[in-house]
């Protein structure tokens, strides 16, 4: 399940750092903000991979 809600941020993220709002810069930071937060979050919710040999 952690995969697949990792998947959606990352779309998410995807998605609202290639939106741009015309004539505006604080839209445009507003959204790219809101996309780097999401691929944040794919980042820290990715399912990591336990390769101790201990």
Do not use: E, H, W
């Amino acid at each position: 399940m952690r995969a697949v809600l990792s998947f959606i941020l990352l779309l998410a993220g995807a998605l609202f750092i290639g939106i741009t709002v015309d004539n505006s810069i604080v839209g445009n930071t507003v959204v790219k903000a809101i996309g780097a937060l999401c691929i944040i979050g794919f980042v820290r919710t990715f399912p990591k991979r336990q390769d101790k040999l201990y």
